[in-house]
Nanobody
Framework: VQLQASGGGLVRTGESLRLSCAVS??????RAWGWHRQAPGEQRHLV?????????DYKDSVKGRFTISVDNAKKMVYLQMNSLKPEDTAVYYC?????????WGQGTLVTVSS
């Protein structure tokens, strides 16, 4: 499984962005999808999570603003980010869980100016 994230950029506070993650390879064994982020000087942590039975979970600070979704036919995973805040500034990574293994894509930088 290979993942390719895109869609990052520079936006202003309150604006929206949609991140995309293109998946190549077999997706039949993927149990869950995730978006993680890493701000400068901080550890990477989970922002949004979607299981293959449709369950979702979000970091408290993004609940109500971010939405994770998947288009299995297009093999794409998305993160819709609304009402962006400067504290959302980070490199965002998509990930896929296969068994106990986590596949990572490269990051895409999101910068939110105040």
């Amino acid at each position: 499984v290979q993942l390719q994230a895109s869609g990052g950029g520079l936006v202003r506070t309150g604006e929206s962005l949609r991140l995309s993650c293109a998946v190549s390879g077999s997706t039949t064994r993927i149990r869950a999808w995730g978006w993680h982020r890493q701000a400068p000087g901080e550890q990477r942590h989970l922002v949004a999570y979607l299981t293959n039975d449709g369950s979702t979970d979000y970091k408290d600070s993004v609940k109500g603003r971010f939405t994770i979704s998947v288009d299995n036919a297009k093999k794409m995973v998305y993160l819709q980010m609304n009402s962006l805040k400067p504290e959302d500034t980070a490199v965002y990574y998509c990930a896929a869980t296969v068994g106990t293994y986590l596949y990572w894509g490269q990051g895409t930088l999101v910068t939110v100016s105040s």
